[in-house]
């Protein structure tokens, strides 16, 4: 038994330096990607990662960990579909296991129209190249035995689209593995360090003012969810993000009852088993504008009923834990990726529930931006400018789940 001792630091804590070539402002999944990518993408070490906290503190460590790219448009499909064909590799490439579990997902349909909405979901994954395909009622039954499917349920299932390569990963070891591995790479991650403004120079970014001095850099990406907007607005940026609660839940331990991913469009309500025999589950927004990481008893009751009404059985189950996360929401349930007001300054943010699943091409996208200047194609359609150009991607419209 080590006692707890001798053991080596994930990753250097380290002091500001003066000046980097790039700062990323927030030390979640996302922002430790970026730098990761910068570092090996791209050949750049004098790199800062700045976190008013501690890394994966934020909603990084308060999701579900689901992983998936069962989505409507091209665009969307491209984009989160590279970021799970980085997590199939990413155990690997950070020599750190992620807890990566490829098993399966299913979006249930209850009516005929949820079904025709279903068809459409599989036949766009299909045309976009990616896995899916049209489960009917028997094989989803015969794949989840435990779904209510009794005479007087409400939701019977139909059947619905399934994804062979979504499922799930450790949330807090994808940012663990990010930040051993950016630090390997050389660089700065500063934990307890809030960015109190930003410096602009003949219209373009000089640095950045923290709780722990002033850090000069030509290169600042905002990273940082629902606080993006507030770092952002000094500089003159004005961002269409909404902040709301989205609670999640886990129970207590049972043994293993359900072996994939299963989302209810019904409902609204998705869950799945932990690796440990706990439900983890989840439902739609709490649509009151908060930062606060609380949730309330309403929306509480509406996601445990949701569950109950798929899994009758579960009723008798405890629960462990609740909590909530801030999710960030564009008008066009998209992601915004890109430049904004001053030359420089980039940003990353806008994913409302799609975070975690997005992390590595987040990172990857974000870094290409800072490295070149320029878009990569895949995040060219995701840009700001979208909205004045009347392009926006409105996967809730196109996929009928709310959030």
């Known amino acids: ?42 050949r750049m070490s004098r790199v800062a990662v700045l976190e008013k906290g501690w890394i994966g503190g934020g909603n990084t460590g308060r999701n579900t960990t689901v992983v998936r790219s069962n989505y409507f448009y091209p665009e969307s499909v491209a984009l989160y579909d590279l970021a799970l064909r980085l997590y199939e590799g990413l155990s690997r490439e950070l020599t750190y296991n992620i807890m990566l579990s490829q098993r399966g997902m299913l979006i249930a349909a209850h009516t005929p129209m949820q079904m025709e909405i279903c068809t459409r979901i599989a036949n766009a994954m299909q045309l976009n190249g990616v896995d899916g395909r049209l489960m009917d009622g028997a094989e989803a039954l015969q794949r989840i035995p435990l779904l209510n499917q009794t005479a007087g349920a409400r939701f019977r299932c139909l059947g619905g689209v399934w994804q062979g390569r979504a499922g799930v990963a450790r949330h807090d070891a994808v940012a663990w593995a990010y930040a051993r591995a950016a630090s390997a790479l050389g660089v700065d991650i500063v934990e307890n360090c809030a960015v109190t403004g930003l410096l602009v120079e003949g219209g373009a970014i000089a640095g950045l003012k923290t709780t722990r001095g002033t850090i000069r850099t030509g290169r600042v990406g905002l990273a940082a969810a629902g606080a993006t907007p507030g770092l952002a607005a000094p500089a003159g940026v004005r961002l269409p993000i909404h902040t709301y609660a989205l609670q ?56 445990i009923s949701g569950l109950l009404e798929m899994f009758p059985a579960f009723g008798q189950l405890k629960l462990l834990r609740q909590w909530a996360g801030v999710v960030d929401v564009v008008p066009d349930s998209s992601p915004v990726i890109g430049p904004v007001g001053p030359a420089g300054l980039y940003v990353n943010c806008g994913w409302g529930t799609g975070g975690f699943k997005a992390t590595p091409a987040g990172g990857w996208l974000l870094a290409h931006l800072l490295a070149t200047g320029r878009h990569h194609e895949i995040s060219r359609p995701f840009d700001l400018d979208r909205f004045a150009r009347g392009r926006m991607i409105d996967e809730a419209a196109g996929s009928g789940i709310a959030h």
């Not at 869950?271 to 025999?277: A, E």
């Open 1 to 42: 038994m080590r006692d707890n001792r001798g053991w080596q630091p994930a990753w250097r804590k380290a002091v500001p330096r003066d000046g980097y070539d790039a700062v990323i402002v927030g030390g979640g999944g996302h922002g430790l990607a970026t730098a990761y990518y910068l570092a090996r993408n791209h």
């Open 248 to 303: 999640a839940f886990v129970s207590e331990p049972v043994k293993p009852v359900l072996d994939t991913v299963l989302l209810y469009l019904g409902t609204g309500t998705y869950v799945s088993q932990s690796d440990k025999g706990e439900l983890v589950f989840g439902g739609g927004l709490d649509r009151v504008p908060t930062h606060g990481q609380r949730g309330n008893l309403p929306a509480e009751e509406a996601v």
